[in-house]
């Protein structure tokens, strides 16, 4: 799996888009760029996961860089209930199993 | 909620005692993940079972054993506990056998006195 580096810690004022950076400059061809969150000490929670094209969901969008090098998690309307470390894990989609590797993540705090 | 619940949600033990902890994956999942989240370690896989089978390990411990039933849940194993031990224990599910899209449970505190 390809390292990823992020931001040890970010802040966001509730309401205002959150922009959590993701470098991952390693990445091969095909793999995929993940985003998880924990929400303190309960279990992580998908937020959503793209290979080279932007992604929308209900949560949030991801925007991958050209190069792939580097990719965006975009909170759109950041809410005190987003406050959570964000974690950035770039792995294959296939093979005969899978482990996630959770490196430190980027705690957002959102702020009134 | 992922739909994956975990038994019991907090659990407080001796040294040198056993203790099991239980998951119960979402309906229809057939992987069930096992993950450790220490202080000092943060998040690190431990082991995955699909359909039964163990499919990938992690840094467990020999100390740690886990298994998953026919009906899918999966229990963990710990024996002869430290005090490192003491940990939050998450157990994840997907439908297929490498699933990066997990959902995990609420966790087992383990603290061991």
């Known amino acids: 799996d390809a390292k990823t580096t992020q931001p040890t810690s970010m802040d966001c004022a509730e309401g205002r888009a959150a922009n959590l950076p993701c470098n991952h400059s390693t990445i091969s061809g095909n793999e995929y760029v993940y985003w998880y969150r924990q929400i303190h000490s309960q279990g992580p929670q998908y937020i959503i996961h793209g290979l080279k094209n932007n992604e929308t969901n209900e949560m949030a969008s991801l925007i991958i860089t050209e190069d792939r090098k580097s990719s965006t998690l975009i909170l759109p309307h950041a809410t005190l209930r987003d406050t959570a470390v964000y974690y950035c894990i770039v792995r294959f989609p296939t093979g005969t199993a899978s482990k996630l590797t959770f490196g430190t993540g980027t705690r957002l705090q959102v702020t009134l | 909620d992922s739909g994956v619940t975990q038994t019991p949600k907090h659990l407080i033990t001796a040294t040198g005692q056993r203790v099991t902890l239980r998951c119960s994956p979402r309906?229809?999942?057939?992987?069930v993940y096992w993950y450790q989240q220490s202080l000092d370690q943060g998040l690190q896989f431990l082991i995955q079972y699909y359909n039964g089978e163990e499919r990938a390990k992690g840094n467990i411990l020999e100390r740690f054993s886990a298994q998953q039933f026919p009906d899918l849940h999966s229990e963990l194993n710990l024996s002869s506990l430290e005090l490192g031990d003491s940990a939050l224990y998450f157990c994840a599910s997907s439908a297929t056998v490498a699933d990066n899209e997990q959902f995990f449970g609420p966790g087992t505190r383990l603290t061991v006195l």
């Open positions: 309906s229809g999942d057939l992987s």
